[in-house]
């Protein structure tokens, strides 16, 4: 939670906390009570002690605390069935004829910011029907006699219309027939006049809305649309789902100041009176409603003809459009790469790339005209940074790819929404990688999308199956573009290359777009022409395989533990990082069991650049058994190569060993890719007690001299579970230490000069100062504390963007109070360091200033968050401020109170943080029950904790002894 959210919360002006400490009147009495036991308990202990001459029976005293009861929490009512898809209605749009008139300007009055709109739709009657159902919402649609026609297309027949009507609830235009439509017949559907409001861009960026912009000292307005995934039928009446393709005629009627665009080029333009015009665009391939789009707009362009004759456009403000130039080169490079890969021309006649100031996506792959949030779009080498180039470029391919992955080809229903997007995220790294191979984007796939499907997935709370049955309910159908649907998507299309090779992956996929042009599709299809591609190769039932890794969520963890030279035993399991999570009942499952295919190679035969020559599936079992002939007595072995497969890897500690000094004595001999995933695989699986934890710091013994930014951000990424876990241990110094001479070298060779370098050397340097800094470089501290005391001088803030955080955080650790209250201060005058400048609050390690922190602030919650997570002095400052401030926490904040209390369970480790943790919950029995169950939640974690701790401290410590020696 932000500041801002935080504040709003209050439901009034911020409050300061009393001063003093605020303890509660029963809280009071229940400590009085709780002593007064005790003296008596002590006075009763000498009066009953025996004489040593003397025998009794044992005094046996219950001291256990009193806790909430352990709620059942009720479970929420099944919602109403979906029953209003409209395929079942047996009507199928062939064509759209809209005409809409757009009113945007003051001269327009009462009329500004609406729309009205007429429409005739061709349908064809595939089964008998006497009603027409198709989508609208938020639409004023007029019923009355004479606007709603409906005619037999060949013969201009008229069919009566009996009744028209808006069935609010599944969001249906509804139109009762006199007679029935007969089947293999087409019927004209006339809607005389419709319209709406036009959405505001601050507060609703979907369907049709409309913003403004400055430009020289002028106000200028503007609209577009945005239909994805089923809004258009916010602007027209239609049969707004993936099932159904028709073609386009658009006409738009608007003020001459602005030209319109649209997926097809114009086709005709008529000057009006009053500056008024009209606009009609071509006819466009069959494609789903969600694709059309509009635009209008004065914005110039710049243009350019691709290789294949297409001309592309990129339309921007005036005084932006100089920064368009990048977009122009990666757009025409990226379609003909994807053209000329996947063997299909793009088929439009033309593609306009705008880039709209307020725009809620990242960007839309309408067909012919992909809308852009500006800043996604636009590229300034002497404003942005280089990662923000690499963002662009991938953005571009991303969209480019849509128009394959998506618009040729749309997926049937939503349920499987990842042919589109799951394609598209994976298909979008090739140009990338194609224009700009310094950025080995192969590589970071593994940090911008595997860790984040991998996250999800191990998760109850938020894993999902790839493919899942979604309703026609709108949250349903809004909730399925999610992290599963587009890096879970994209692992999957990677995963392919786990077990087929890539000339039948390359064909499978290029016939699979070609025999499904303008179609819906499923995944079916898909599986379909991979299995006929691996005919004569590996004769792969690739439906069977890739079942279990998208009808089931989750993925497993397979255990490899050599029992004999040549074998070793394989164990999968589903997957969580959490031991004592469960996976959901929520969507059905294959029994968590899959295919997995084994990529493996081993010392004497080092094979990462044939990943399929040592290969085996280890079938839809639990157990089995990996066939290592040729493998010798000493080999390291490696399955899953470069983590091709989405899964994760565990091995007997033999092997954990063999593997840590491979890497220290040449860990080129590993691909970036499979020492990624080695170290990230050990880490993880470490979590949940598969593994201990020294084998995984052993592993990272060698990473002094990694230079790869993957690899180091998932370490990194890593490090904030081992620092929990020691920050109040005796041990925290030598873990301190260890990671500030892993980090050192590369620190020395990036340094701080953040003009240098592309994009992968640009975050590597932010990680690196960022690691060097919270690890204590004593370089990196001199220079953070130099920039601040410049920025506390003179006024004027020295700090790279890139480094804020860390930087403002090093120099008051390292200070006092003077740079305490320069932060206090400034967070107050300076709303766009305010968030950055707060956390840095908590860094002091100084407990006076944290508690005048906690005691002072307008945001408590926020501020309990920052003091605990920096440091051991600020878990205990702010776990005595909550014990003793509970009551006004709870009467201001009501229930999340509680969630910040539990919160504290990710650092509780010890027996004496489960007693505490136990104190607080006896001394508030009376919680609610979701309070409750959150706490027995967040009790268990803690006994995980402290079994994690008895598991891993012993052996972490002799470690710690033999490589950080603190002497």
Known sequence: MNYREEFNNLGEEGKKLPSGYFVTKKTAIC??????????????????????????????????????????????EPREDFDERLPGIGLYPENYDITLTIYLDEEDGEDRFTFVGSETIY?????????????????????DSGNVVVTESDTGKEIGVHKAYLDELHELFVIELSS???????????????????????????????????????????????????????????????????????????????????????????????????????????????????????????????????????????????????????????????????????????????????????ATEFWGCVLY????????????????????????GHELAHMWFGNYLTCDWWSEIWLNEG?????????????????????????????????????????????????????????????????????????????????????????????????????????????LADSGHGNTNVKLVMDTWTLQHGHPLVTVNRTAIDVAALTQEHFMIDPNDEATD??????????????????????????????????????????????????????????????????????????????????????????????????KISQPMYTDQVNCLRLSEYIHNEIEYPTWELMIDNLPFLYRAMMRTAEFGEFEMYWRQKITPLYEILGWDFSKGDSLEYRLRTEVINTACRY????????????????????????????????????????????????????????????????????????????????DTLYPLTAISEVREKSAVGYSVAWSYVLENFEYLNATYGDTAYTYVWDFSAWMNTEFDLNQLLFFASMNPDMSSYAASDFYDNKLQVETNIKWMQKNRAGIQQWLEENVPLS
């Open 123 to 143: 349908l064809r009657c595939d089964k008998e029907s006497d009603v027409i159902k198709m989508n609208s919402r938020f639409l004023n649609v007029n019923v």
């Open 776 to 855: 204590g470089n004593e370089e990196c501290v001199g220079n953070a504390t130099k920039l601040y005391a410049e920025w506390m001088e003179t006024g004027n803030n020295p700090v790279p963007s890139e480094v804020k955080g860390v930087v403002y955080c090093t120099a008051i650790n390292n200070g006092g109070f003077k740079e305490w209250n320069f932060a206090n201060e400034e967070s107050k005058r300076n709303a766009a360091e305010a968030n950055n400048l707060m956390s840095a609050m908590g860094c002091s390690k100084e407990p006076w200033i944290l508690e005048r922190y906690l005691k």
């Open 31 to 76: 400590i009085s009570a709780f002593f007064i036991c005790v003296i008596i308990g002590v006075a009763t202990m000498f009066f009953l002690l025996p004489s040593p001459f003397q025998t009794c029976e044992e005094v046996v005293t219950d001291c256990t605390p009193e806790l909430p009861e352990e709620p059942v929490l009720p479970t929420s």
């Open 180 to 362: 029935t439509l007969q089947v293999d017949q087409t019927y004209n559907v006339e809607l005389k006049e419709f319209g709406a409001a036009i959405g505001n861009a601050d507060f609703d960026q979907y369907g049709m809305y409309y913003q403004s912009y400055d430009i020289y000292g002028q106000t200028r307005w503007m609209c577009n649309t945005k239909f994805t995934p089923n809004y258009a039928r916010e602007v027209f009446p239609s049969f707004d789902e993936p099932h159904f393709r028709s073609t386009f005629d658009l006409t738009l009627i608007h003020r001459d100041k602005r030209w319109a665009l649209s997926n097809m080029p114009v086709k005709e333009t008529t000057t009006l009176n009053d500056g008024w015009m009209t606009t009609s665009f071509d006819t466009t391939p069959n494609m789903v409603t969600y694709l059309l789009v509009l635009v209008l707009a004065d914005f110039p362009k710049i243009s350019t003809i691709t290789k294949n004759g297409y001309e592309l456009n990129v339309w921007a403000r005036e005084d932006h459009l100089y920064a368009a130039n990048y977009s122009l080169y990666a757009g025409s490079e990226t379609l003909t790469y994807f053209e000329e890969l996947l063997e299909m021309p793009y088929g439009l006649p033309k593609m306009d790339f705008v880039a709209v100031p307020d725009y809620a996506a990242g």
């Open 373 to 396: 949030r500006e800043n996604r779009l636009l590229y300034d080498e002497n404003l942005n940074t280089p990662y923000d180039q690499q963002r662009v470029a991938a953005i571009i």
């Open 423 to 531: 394609f598209a995220s994976f298909y979008e790294y090739l140009p990338v990688q194609y224009l700009h191979p310094e950025w080995k984007m192969a590589d970071q796939f593994m940090n911008l999308d595997l860790e984040s499907a991998f996250r999800v997935d191990s998760n109850s709370a938020t894993a999902r199956p790839l493919i899942r049955p979604v309703s026609g309910w709108r949250d349903e159908i809004t909730g399925v573009f999610d992290t599963t649907s587009y890096s879970g998507g994209a692992c999957t299309v990677r995963s392919l290359k786990s077990f087929l090779s890539d000339d039948v992956i390359h064909t499978g996929i290029v016939n699979y777009v070609k025999n499904n042009l303008f179609s819906a599709v499923v995944s079916d299809q898909l599986w379909s022409e991979l299995t």
């Open 586 to 683: 929520e969507f059905d499952n294959l029994g968590y069991l899959w295919y997995v295919p084994l990529t493996f190679t081993y010392e004497s035969d080092v094979s990462f650049d044939d990943p399929l020559k040592h290969f085996q599936w280890l079938n839809k079992v639990k157990t089995g058994e990996l066939d290592l002939q040729g493998v010798n007595e000493n080999d390291w072995l490696v399955v899953n190569i470069n983590q091709m497969g989405f899964y994760r890897v565990n091995y007997d500690n033999e092997n954990w060993h063999r593997l840590s000094e491979a890497l220290k004595n040449d860990h080129t001999v590993f691909p970036a890719q499979t020492r990624t995933a080695l170290l990230d695989d050990c880490f």
